[in-house]
């Protein structure tokens, strides 16, 4: 199966300075996919990703890793934390 579909990734983080979400999409890469602030707290980002199986995480501050807590699965990642995973069909 091939093809992209539509993802927006919301945190809300009224404090920081800046977000980012890093995954297995970006080569867990902090700075490939910045997300914006907006008036609310809330940041989010909205891209396009290959369907299947994406582990990801938030990047607050370029330092503090987050996993998002509003997602609908999770994974143990080498860390020792739990990473985020989203599935698209």
């Known amino acids: ?4 579909k539509s993802v927006t990734f919301s945190l809300f ?3 920081a300075t800046s977000v980012s979400v890093a995954g297995s999409f ?6 490939k996919h910045p ?3 907006k008036k609310d707290g809330n ?6 990703l290959p369907i299947g199986r994406h582990e990801y ?6 330092e503090i890793w987050e ?4 997602a ?3 994974c143990p990642n080498d860390h020792g934390g739990m990473n985020a995973v989203i599935v698209l069909e």
Request: no cysteine.
């Open 1 to 4: 199966m091939s093809g992209k």
């Open 13 to 15: 983080a009224p404090e």
């Open 26 to 31: 970006n080569g867990w890469q902090i700075d």
């Open 35 to 37: 997300m914006k602030q």
């Open 43 to 48: 940041w989010t980002k909205e891209t396009s």
């Open 57 to 62: 995480q938030f990047v607050i501050n370029g």
């Open 67 to 70: 996993s998002d807590k509003n």
């Open 72 to 74: 609908e699965k999770y």
